[in-house]
């Protein structure tokens, strides 16, 4: 799937980070979310190549990420976006592979609208609450809530994944493609890592409800996923959620590509079996050819009348 989305991606004209940075932040902006299998993406990527251009460093454009989210014991911030809370809050230490670089993220949705608060912190701090990310999350937490004590979090879900990032042309919206999606529950330790194969989910990022990136979408037939906080589906596919009606019907959508993730194994299974069936056959008219050959040969030599015929 990497390569071939390598392939495509060399039709985009490539930006920096710092260009990325300076332009498309977007640190508040309006949220959109699509859930895509992979052939759906691949016709999708190439319609967005004449308006927007892919983030480039050192050469790549396909990025690895690993991140770890935080909450309470009572999983206070899944509970926002189940119970369909105004101000929903998502905290995480993200960590991008391939630069070696690290940041704490608050998030907070209102309504439409996303803030993000972050700061980098030393790689190998991933995944672990320090001092100076308590401070950092307790004095964001209270100037949002004016209360004062904020919730005591810690790591709950870990993913992983592969990610592109598109600009538009104008950089009024930017894109987020991940995919390789895998997720763990931290908090269990007899618990297995879960594979999402097949699933794309598109994140577009603008500060208009009317992004361009949807009009696209809809050319394929393809909606907004409602209720779906990529956190909160984790948590949800780990088994933890008491309560997941908010996200039944992305689950479902979710459910419908992994299905298709498995007819294709057992439609490329059948083709290959077929093949071989094929194979086997041929190769055994071909023996018996030779063999029926073979006997020939012998009996004509073993055969004096023949062998008087070829004579004359």
Known sequence: MKSTYNTKLQDFEPISLSELNAKASFLKRIDKKFLLNA???????????NDFKVL???GKKIFSYDNI?????????????????????????RYYLDSNTAY??????????????????????HGFMTKGKKRFFEWVWQSIYNEDRA???????????????LVKNDWSERLTIDFDIKTQDLRDKKSKEIDLKNLVIIESKSLNKECDSAKIMGKHNITEAKSCSKYSLWVVYSGIAKKYDTFIETMEKIKEIRLETVKNRKR??????????????????????????????????NNPFIT???KV
């Open 69 to 93: 989210y935080m909450d309470s014991d009572e999983y206070l911030f899944y509970n926002q976006h189940q119970d369909k809370k105004n101000s929903r809050t998502k905290v995480r230490t």
């Open 56 to 58: 480039e460093i050192k």
């Open 104 to 125: 704490f993220e608050y998030k907070q949705k209102v309504d439409w609208v996303t803030n993000k608060y972050r700061y980098e912190f030393p790689s190998e701090e």
């Open 268 to 301: 490329i299974a059948k083709v290959k079996n077929t093949k071989k069936i094929k194979e086997t056959t041929e190769e055994n008219k071909s023996n018996f050819v030779k063999k029926e050959l073979q006997i020939s040969i012998v009996w004509e030599k």
């Open 308 to 310: 008087k015929a070829l």
């Open 151 to 165: 919730p005591k979090i810690s790591p709950s879900i870990q993913t992983k994944y592969k990610r592109i990032t």
């Open 39 to 49: 052939d759906q993406f691949a016709e999708v990527l190439w319609e967005l190549k």
